[in-house]
């Protein structure tokens, strides 16, 4: 490798017409945005998602709008024997892929003394050993071909940023900013692209379902808290187009909105303040839980004929 090569490399997917694309998560949320924006720029999709009657959905979509689906199959990208298998069937009936974009992911919320094991143990299998499994049994392939291509890797803000609550979270999507980090770099030699996408807020259907453990979902102060978040949030087609532009511009970090991108500016430039907010943010979720808890333990109590003193 030359000077002129660590210095600059050519994009390797500038454009995805004609190009054979794998997305996961594809059913739903920033997959299928991204599923149906690919598929309009003239890729041939790969696709597959957990809940196979909406991927069976998303596939009608984009072929009654021309789209190209080469093949698609639900399944649960945690299980490495499934991801093995699929690869497998793939490679067999489609080829090697040009882009593999692991969108795929859950969330839950809490704090240490609320989490359970198995939201730990859920995030890190999803978020973060399903995206691995992608790529142990797709970007091979890619590297032998010699031909170059894309991984994508969906992130969050709470990959860059610490998030209060997020602990679980924070952890599957910062060790998948680490494992990009190192393929960006292991995979430059074989022009293979790399982009670490880290949205913020993106108004999808996890937004109301993510698991938010020890807060009771119904107390109007939470409810505002979450109304707050759609108001801010971006639609998962921008979050979509952000990724598209990553690729074709080979972008390492991909940002879906502009408060992510100066949060993690502003971390990097001033600790003390970053910290200060940090704590901040920190204090307010911790006032907001108390209150929830104790809208339970009144609706409890009022469900029992007892009493909860004040506090």
Not at 266 to 287: G, S, T
Request: one cysteine or more; proline letters at 4%.
């Amino acid at each position: 490798m030359g000077f002129t090569d660590l210095i600059m490399m050519k994009t390797p997917v500038p454009t995805l017409g004609g190009r054979t694309v794998l997305i996961t998560g594809a059913a739903s949320g920033i997959g299928r945005a991204t599923a149906l924006a690919t598929a309009a720029a003239g890729a041939h999709l790969v696709l597959t998602d957990l809940h196979a009657d909406a991927l069976e959905t998303v596939v009608v979509e984009i072929n009654e709008a021309g789209g190209s689906v080469a093949y698609h199959q639900a399944g649960d990208i945690s299980d490495h024997d499934w991801v093995r298998s699929f690869a497998n069937q793939v490679d067999a009936e489609v080829g090697v892929m040009d882009v593999v974009m692991n969108i795929a992911g859950v969330s839950a919320w809490g704090t240490v003394e609320n989490l359970e094991h198995r939201h730990w143990r859920t995030m890190i299998d999803v978020n973060l050993m399903g995206p691995i499994h992608v790529i142990e049994c797709f970007v091979p392939q890619m590297i032998r071909r010699g031909q170059g291509g894309h991984l994508v890797n969906v992130s969050s803000a709470a990959g860059l940023l610490a998030l209060p609550w997020h602990a679980a979270y924070s952890a599957s999507k910062f060790g998948l900013r680490g494992v990009s980090e190192v393929l960006r770099f292991d995979l430059r030699r074989h022009g293979i692209g790399v982009s670490l996408v880290c949205p913020g807020g993106v108004d999808t259907p996890l937004v109301d379902t993510v698991d938010i453990v020890g807060v009771n979902r119904d107390d109007p102060r939470v409810k505002a808290a979450i109304g707050r978040f759609h108001k801010v949030a971006v639609s998962p087609e921008k979050a979509a187009a952000a990724i598209l532009t990553g690729i074709r511009k080979n972008r390492f970090l991909v940002y879906t909105s502009f408060d992510i991108r100066f949060g993690y500016w502003w971390a990097r430039k001033f600790a003390l303040p970053y910290e200060i907010a940090m704590r901040v943010a920190n204090n307010q979720f911790d006032h907001l839980a108390r209150v929830s808890a104790r809208s339970l333990e009144r609706d409890a109590a009022a469900q029992n004929g007892t009493d909860v003193p004040s506090a």
